[in-house]
């Protein structure tokens, strides 16, 4: 697969008037292979015959419900499933995402919603491996291009190493760009711990990090401080 | 069961005091006595006296005897009868005797009669000059007996009289403690019954012994509680029941009205008009959505269904990730948000169910953001307070009406609480025009999620107010012990950013 759009998905549900709609939100953003059931039934054959890339699953079926389907599906496949169910109890959701369950989404929802964690979805399961190309071109902040893999920033003056954790906390932010990331959730990712005693190491680090991807580390341009809330890695255009 | 021995306690005190108490006014009663009586010998016309007199009043003149018109009016009111025996047994002289005494007596009828009674009649004897002077007072008048003690008896009374008396006190005593052993054992099941009557579930106590008919009445008692609490769990089950299933069913309605709202939104071949209107519906179906999601929730925490998810949080954490959620979901450029976190707050952990708590501090700041159109500052400050972890949010925006307030602590079953209607006159009072077409429900229903998410927590929720407005909403919450927040230590942390924004 080299585009999300090519992934085939089946849509299972039983409000005929809901389907049609799902099946024309897919149908506007670009997906080319949908299909459509109506009951547990439907879904098993149409998902022998036409074995699908990913399967957004109602939970409450006609003749069975959507859990059970779910385990069906994944015993046969390893294909993402996604829960789109009314059912918005948290055991509800939790049900759903402990069977296995790529994403659990609740109605009502926003179509754009939707989309989106769609294509997370199918870009998580299909084409992370053949998108190396982030890595690869590297993260380009100004003058500087950082290279996850590697874990190198190259320079006008040359390359230079980072940390695992400088690395680490990179990625957090870079995953998140444009948003803040709060100290607590950095300290997590980096220690697995809290924020309270990391305050200062964690300050050095960034401190670190900003020699090291920043033009003038003073004034910086990418690594971003919210006062008294986090980091926050600016948005640009990647090489 | 500490009110139960003090109950016992206080009857065994009680019941001895009683008989002290009793014997005390038994020992001055007859102290009384004594002292009367002794006062009444020293009158002159005391009994033994009396006989001493009569006999002296019997005079012999050499031929005949005589007695003084006195002492005989005396004899013929209050004796039978008198006479006077002389030293041969003979009766010399007499008066009233009847027939049936003799006229002669030998010494040994005379021992017996001065100590009893003479044919029936009671007797007293004196000495005479010429005899043995006898005055009989009627028949069945005096009662004789006949007391002896020994000396050593008699003056050792005082020392036995003290160890009677404490005996008695001593028995008194254990008697008083067994019965009151007996009524605590008969109570205890009662006081057991009593204590456990909260847990509204049935009684099965023991209907036998002095508390029969109390264990009866206490079992009957828990029967009608516990079939009390039934039927309101009944009826609370089923008002969060049907909420949840009303709500449920209006998910999928109401995902058909958003998804075409979008798709007709979007239509580039609608015109500017259409799309507005179809931009409207799908932001008033994201606000009944909303709605639900807090009518859902709101309902569940009334009525204790709501299954809390307790872990150790950080305040701080949770506080910075609010703002960081603000910040990431693109908050107006009118508005200002402060975070003020104190480093003595970083430290501290609080037992609760992160989610909740979250919903609760980001309803107080997204009614100051939907509230305040025309922009304002936030203030988050967060410190300890009084033990407790204190969270202040501050806006310099109009402010929460009393009214609104006043809503928020009347009983929930009352009508417009859920509607939000005082909220909506006291906003509509200010000209407020921007959301008369939205409902106004959710602000009072978020200030009462707020509430309810507090209590749930065991903290406490202040309004201040100033001029019957309230710009600043404290939320205390109780700190937890570091050394039962350490093993949890690592689920405080939060995610930057939730899954799905709610508003």
Known sequence: ???????????????????????????????????????????????????????????????????????????????????????????????????????YLTKPFLPRELTLRLAAIIRRTYLSGSH????????????????FERGTVDTPKGSVSLTAKELLILKKLFENRGN???????????????????????????????????????????????????????????? | ????????????????????????????????????????????????????????SLAWDGENYSLFPEAAEKIDADYAFAMLIDPEGQVVWSRNLPEEIPLSYSLNDIASMSRWYLKDYPVKVWEHPRGLFVAAQPKNSVAKYDMEFRISTLKSFPSYLGAYLLCNLLMVFLLSLFFGVRLYKSLKSVAGGIENLHLQKPLNLPERGMTATLAQKLNDASILLFR???????????????????????????????GHADSLEQNSSLDEEGRKEAASIRENSLQIRNLISDLNLTSKLEYDSYPLRLVSCSPAALLRSLAAWHMNNGLPEQFQLELNISPELERVTVLGDADLLTRAFRNLTTNSIRHNPKGCLIQIRAGKCRGMTEISFFDTGRGIPVAVIKTLYRPVSRPGVHTGQPEEKGRAAEGKTSRSSAPAAPHVMGLRIVKQIVEAHHGELEFELQKDVCHCVKIRLPIQEPEKAEPEKKSLLRREKPAAPRE
């Open chain 1, 1 to 103: 697969m080299k585009h999300i759009y090519e992934c085939s998905i089946l849509i299972v549900d039983d409000n005929p008037q809901l389907l049609d709609m799902l099946f024309s939100i897919l149908q506007k953003e670009g997906y080319q292979s949908l299909y459509k059931a109506s009951s547990c039934r439907e879904a098993r054959s149409v998902f022998a015959r036409e074995t699908p890339d990913l399967i957004i699953l109602d939970v409450m079926l006609p003749d069975g419900d959507g859990f059970s389907l779910f385990q069906e599906f994944r015993a046969a496949s390893d294909i993402p499933i996604l829960f789109l169910s009314a059912k918005d109890q948290d055991n509800d959701r939790l049900l759903g995402l402990g069977l296995g369950a790529d994403d």
């Open chain 2, 1 to 56: 069961m500490k009110d139960l021995l003090k109950i016992c306690r206080r009857y065994i005190m009680t019941a001895v005091l009683t008989i002290c108490f009793v014997l005390g006014i038994n020992i001055l009663f007859l102290f009384v006595y004594l002292i009367r009586e002794n006062m009444y010998k020293s009158e002159p016309y005391y009994y033994n006296w009396r006989t001493e007199r009569l006999a002296e």
């Open chain 1, 132 to 147: 190396p190309q982030k890595e690869e071109t590297g993260l380009k902040l100004g003058s500087r291009t950082v290279y």
């Open chain 1, 180 to 239: 803040i990331v709060t100290f607590d959730a950095l300290c997590d990712t980096v220690w697995g711990d809290g924020y309270y005693t990391y305050e200062n190491t964690l300050m050095v680090h960034i401190r670190r990090l900003r020699e090291k991807i920043e033009e003038d580390p003073s004034h910086p341009r990418w690594l971003l401080t919210a006062r008294g809330i986090g980091y926050r890695l600016a948005q640009e255009e990647r090489a």
């Open chain 2, 228 to 258: 009390q609490k039934l039927a309101l769990d009944k009826r609370d089950n089923a008002r969060t029941e049907w909420i949840s299933g009303v709500s449920h069913d209006i998910r999928t309605p109401l995902a058909l009205i958003m």
